[in-house]
């Protein structure tokens, strides 16, 4: 067998394509099999449908562009009126409560000091306080009060501060297809 693709079809449901000498056994979804087969113009196709587990995750944020996209399809936690250094503080306090980190706090090259806004992944299911999460996020909001404390966000036009939303939407947007993708 030669493996040639995977496919994610729908929320749980991952198609494997692999070339084959032989024909595939009876499956349960023979309707779907077909339209795979179909699909891919393959004379002889094997087709294993499997459970994908997904990672399931919260994002916290003060982005609104990051809650619009994502407000329907996740656990999400809008606080529009939260600074940069409060969203931290939040996670941190998500944290000591036993979730754990999925993107780092301080993703992307813009300086805490420099944008107001910050979205980032908690896992959605609680455990037991996970060390290395802690860490992080403590070592993130140091890094970010120093930075803040060093020079005040300053007060940006429109234009900018667009930017700045979009920036942090790009980063988290990215972070949360790769997880998909991986997970």
Known sequence: MIHINEINFGYNRKCVIC?????????????????????????????KLQEVKILKKTIITNNILVYDKYNEKMDIIY??????????????????????????PLSGSVKPNETPFKSVGISTEKGKLDIESLEIIEASINT????????????????ILEDFRLIDFNLIDGAIQSMDQFY
């Open 144 to 159: 970010a009060k120093k930075f803040i404390e060093g020079k005040k966000t300053p007060r940006w036009t429109t234009e």
């Open 19 to 47: 070339k084959t000498d032989t024909p595939p056994n009876e499956s349960k979804d023979q309707e779907f099999v077909n339209k795979v087969r179909k699909t891919f113009s393959l004379e002889l196709v094997y087709v």
């Open 79 to 104: 606080l529009k009126e939260y600074s940069y250094l409060e969203i931290l503080s939040y996670v941190r306090n998500k944290i000591h409560e036993g979730y754990k980190l999925l993107t780092h």
